[in-house]
Every structure is written in structure tokens, then in C-alpha cells.
């Protein structure tokens, strides 16, 4: 198995939304309700790119899954703090995919400055259900989050509620005087990526 962990461009967004949909449409994993369109997700792709990396892995060719991050905060004050959202396509799970596309991520983004990441994640309320497990809260675990934070009952998709937890894990040092962020556009992502 040849795995290839490389930046995503706007011509994977096809791919990427086929992955996704099934976790929009099969799962509370996502709590949107309708698949985005091709056009709104090739937005997304470029917006991030804009900023933050957006990495793929494909395995023989075939694009297995992708991790990516979002601005934490709006205000000045988050530079240095960013949001993972990670999937994993279906037939592909438990190949270490998830691991090796964080430990490439962390690499880049601790060359951009970022020394704190979050993760949203769904949480069964009481029991895992046919929608939701807890499989992501215990992967996020294992690489090294810890949960900081539960929002009770605050997302309601197929027909019951589903709370969220935000998970927390340091990877760059905390300065009294921080450097400043720096763009993704602007890393050489050739000393991370084959």
C-alpha cells in the first residue's frame, strides 16, 4: 500500500465531496443537513488554501481521505489557534491514514506559528447510535487532544439531539512575543510533502 500525502487544489473537489457526502448524509459526524454543492466546495477548498493547508491522502492513486483547518476566532487574538476537520473515506478507515495526515499537518502548521488546535467533535448524548459513535473522540485521544470543553444538546439531526465536545492539543511552544503567523501560501511545502 503506497501511501501520498500531498496539498489539495480545487480539481480534487469532486472527490473530497464524495467522501464527505456520505458522513453528511449517513452520520451526525456533520451536522449540516444538505451535501454542498461542486461549486460551493471548490470554494471552501481555495478559501482555506488562502491560509491554511488542506492536504489529501491517496493511497495507490486513490484519494483515501483529507484533513484541513479553519481560523479559530475571528479576532487578532486567534492567529496563533486553528480548527481540524478531518475525513476519512469509508472503505479506508483504520489504515493509519487519519495519524499520517495530522503529523503532516502539525509539521506545517508549526512552521506557521500555530501552536494551538481544536477539534469539534459530535458526541452521543448517552449511548453511540446508529448516526454517531464516539470512534472520532477516541482517535482525537490517541494523537494527543485532550477534551477541554462539552456543549450539551446543541445539535439536533435526525430527529435527536447530539451534544459537542472540543478536543485541545498544544504543538508549538507559547511566546511572550509570538512570531508573527504566516500565510500557507507562503511555506515551501516541499520539505513536508513527497
Known sequence: MEVKIRVATKNDAAALLEIYSYYVKNTAISFEYEVPSLLEFENRICTTLQNY???????????????????????????????????IHKDFHRKGLGKLLYQKLEEILSKQNVTNLYAGIADPIENED???????????????????????SC??????????????????????????????????TKDFLD
Open 53 to 87: 493547508p488542506y492536504l489529501i491522502a491517496e493511497i495507490d492513486g486513490k484519494i483515501a481521505g483529507y484533513v484541513y483547518v479553519s481560523r479559530f476566532g475571528a479576532r487578532a487574538a486567534y492567529d496563533w489557534v486553528a480548527e481540524t476537520s478531518i475525513y
Open 130 to 152: 446508529e448516526y454517531l459513535t464516539r470512534n472520532s473522540e477516541r482517535f482525537h485521544s490517541a494523537t494527543g487532544y485532550k477534551t477541554v470543553a462539552r456543549f450539551s
Open 155 to 188: 445539535g439536533y439531526k435526525f430527529g435527536r439531539w447530539y451534544s459537542l465536545i472540543y478536543m485541545e492539543k498544544i504543538i508549538s511552544e507559547h511566546k511572550t512575543k509570538m512570531a508573527n503567523f504566516i500565510p500557507f501560501s507562503k511555506i515551501n
